[in-house]
């Protein structure tokens, strides 16, 4: 063994894994570091930053000053926020509820069958999400296909004005993210003894307590996982609320990009990222909890 | 006559019918299991026993003929409609309950007081020896401590039927032969009816009432333990269960009760006559290793006796299997019990008398 390597197998392993350490702390500890270092700086009017401290940008999540001078609370950043979760939510339940028939019919396929719905499920990620979201408009939009028949059945006499609304939003997101729902659940479904199923109507249980008692216990952590897969992307989403919510209706994804964009703000966005970031941590330790519950009842199988 | 609990008529079972390959698992196979009773099905892998528990259970569909739990058709009643419990052979635990959960799931399903539950639970875990490991995962618990859980699980419910299929097959010998006598006991207290899966013809003769002996989707026998060891109806009864010897030979006269065959080119062995047989019919003779006594001078107080050269010798410990040469490439199993001393009583080569009675050498139908 070479002199150079260190003696104990502790150390050696360290060093072994020094590389990936490396990777991740060039890749993503230091741009971290720059966003909450820019989160506490004065914004360059014309881009990027000015190398003086302030707390401006978290002040201004809150605050405003009005003509006087004054500053006053600004409920309009916070009502951004609270509409971002309240949509990613909704979308995730919708996924959820959407994605779990279609996980739990897959499985029940024979094993030739089920990798190619696996297969169908994932096809759109093939295709750019910015053009899938574009599809939506000719669907919900003005004169798009839902609208044109209903107005020439004479259904309906004025547009049903779908879209640029929350509703609009939610479809999107919903369309968007609903593979990753459907995959992590269907992963924990295919290692579902089904064995137990008939244990459980042998012991006098209705399909419905089945499924409550038996199925969603035993592959709650793929739920877990599809509904934080979900959730996440949800929130920082931006094309989605853009193009289906006009911009009107922003997101906090939509903020941010807007903040880089147009309107210059880099302490602001920065901001606002270090607030997705925190929930994003929330929402994973939250699924770090699970998961370790669930080894605890897999790890000793 | 006792009120059957069980009444399986006529059924068959084909699987994937209409496909490339329908398996017939099950063909018109008819029994009555009585009430209280511990019925055994008996037969080698394959045969059909799992699919017939199953058919009782409710998880697959008759393709043919009925099965009546307590006089009434059970086709149309879904297995949770069913009063009949089963232990699986995988025991089929649930993982994210603990034991306790597990063994009160059957009780809440159907909607029993709180204060019942638990004490039912209780009992049977108790029943069971299993009451210090309430709070345990099944996946903490070692094989034969799951099986208790299991069976403690099916019975809480009380079921008028208890289906166990092959509940004993994943455990070591020690803790099968425990599980036996108290699986047997445990049926005798609760009165319940145990349809009991095995291909373990020992399992079978120690604990059943009746034995069913199946074979690729029929029935070949039915009748208790001894019924089924001294009297088999045919060759493949009499091979599964115990050792045997066969001889194969051809009738040459039959005289009262007494059948005698030519063996081999000479040989001439006389047999008890067991049915319908003429002078001329090809038979199979069969004789029980055990109902053999081999001695080193001729044993007058059998009704045979011959002579022959053990061959072979394999030592079990209480006893020695000897396989012994009969000539005219006649060869029969015996056993001997080892001396005092532990010494075998006869070696290799050793030209030794050969005893047995009348009744023990059988014609067995063809
Ligand atoms: N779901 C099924 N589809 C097709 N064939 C099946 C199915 N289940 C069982 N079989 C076939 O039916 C026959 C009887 O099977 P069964 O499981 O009843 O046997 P068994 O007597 O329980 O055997 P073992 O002692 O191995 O458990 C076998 O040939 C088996 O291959
Ligand atoms: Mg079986």
């Known amino acids: 063994m070479s002199k150079w390597l260190p003696k104990s197998a502790a150390a050696r392993r360290w060093l072994g894994l020094t590389p990936a350490y490396v990777m991740i702390g060039i890749f993503m500890l230091v741009p971290i570091s720059i966003m909450a270092v820019y989160s506490f700086l004065e914004p360059n009017p014309y881009g990027g930053v000015l190398p003086e401290p302030s707390v401006a940008a978290y002040v201004k999540l809150f605050l405003e000053y009005d003509l006087e001078d004054n500053l006053v609370f600004n409920p309009g950043y916070i009502n951004i926020i609270f509409r971002s979760f309240q949509l990613s939510i909704m979308a995730t339940v919708i996924c959820l509820v959407m994605g779990f028939p279609v996980a739990y019919y897959i499985t029940l396929q024979p094993e030739n069958k089920r990798n190619i719905y696996i297969y169908l499920i994932t096809i759109p990620f093939w295709t750019n999400l910015l053009i899938r979201t574009f599809a939506w408009i000719i669907i919900l939009g003005r004169g798009g296909v839902i609208e044109t028949p209903l107005l020439n059945l004479g259904i309906i006499d004025d547009s049903l004005k779908m879209m640029y609304t929350d509703g609009a939003i939610a479809i999107g997101l919903t369309y968007s993210y609903l593979p990753l729902m459907v995959l992590p659940i269907y992963a924990s479904l295919e290692k579902l003894d089904f064995r137990l199923l008939e244990a459980a109507s042998d012991l006098y249980s209705s399909r419905f307590q089945i499924m409550t008692k038996v199925v969603i216990p035993l592959c709650k952590p793929g739920i877990v996982a599809g509904c934080i897969l979900v959730f996440i992307p949800c929130i920082g989403a931006f094309i989605a609320p853009n193009l289906l919510g006009g911009g009107k209706k922003l997101m906090l994804g939509s903020l941010v990009q807007f903040q880089f964009a147009s309107a210059r703000n880099w302490p602001f966005g920065s901001a606002l990222s270090m607030l997705l970031l925190s929930a994003v941590v929330v929402a994973l330790i939250f699924y770090a909890r699970s998961a370790r519950k669930k080894e605890y009842i897999q790890g000793t199988a | ?366």
């Open chain 2, 1 to 366: 006559m006792p009120a059957a609990s069980i009444d399986v008529r006529g059924v068959s079972k084909i699987y994937n019918p209409g496909s490339q390959q329908p398996v017939k698992a099950l063909d018109t196979v008819s029994l009555s299991i009585a009430d209280n009773e511990f019925f055994t099905l008996l037969g080698p892998s394959g045969c059909g026993k799992t699919t017939l528990l199953r058919l009782i259970a409710g998880f697959e569909q008759v393709s043919g003929g009925e099965i009546l739990l307590f006089g009434e058709e059970i086709a149309h009643l879904q297995p949770s409609q069913r009063s009949v419990n089963t232990v699986f052979q995988h025991y089929a635990l649930f993982p994210h309950m603990s034991v306790a959960e597990n063994v009160g799931f059957g009780l809440e399903r159907l909607k029993k007081p709180k204060d019942e539950v638990v004490s039912t639970v209780k009992r049977m875990l108790s029943l069971v020896k299993m009451d210090h490991l309430a709070d345990r995962r099944p996946s903490q618990l070692s094989g034969g401590q799951q099986q208790r859980v299991a069976l403690a699980r099916a019975l809480a419910p009380s079921p008028k039927v208890l289906l166990l299929d092959e509940p004993l097959s994943a455990l070591d010998l020690k803790l099968r032969q425990t599980m036996r006598e108290e699986l047997k006991q445990l049926q005798r207290e609760t009165g319940i009816t145990f349809v009991f899966v095995t291909h373990d013809q020992d399992e079978a003769l120690a604990m059943s009432d009746r034995i069913a002996v199946m074979s690729e989707g029929h029935i070949q026998q039915i009748g208790s333990p001894t019924e089924i060891y001294e009297h088999p109806v045919n060759q493949f009864v009499a091979d599964f269960i115990g050792d045997s010897n066969f001889l194969d030979g051809e009738i040459i006269a039959i005289e009262d009760d007494i059948v005698t065959c030519k063996i081999g080119s000479e040989s001439v062995f006389e047999a008890e006559n067991s049915g319908n047989h003429a002078v001329g019919d090809q038979v199979t003779l069969f004789l029980r290793p055990e109902k053999i006594s081999l001695t080193h001078s001729t044993d007058e107080s059998t009704d045979n006796h011959r002579r022959g050269k053990v061959s072979n010798i394999v030592y079990l410990g209480n006893e020695a299997a000897y396989t012994v040469d009969m000539g005219d490439g006649i060869s029969l199993m015996a056993q001997a019990r080892p001396k005092e001393d532990g010494n075998l009583p006869f070696a290799i080569d050793d030209d030794i008398a050969v005893g047995y009675s009348n009744r023990a050498l059988r014609v067995l139908a063809k």
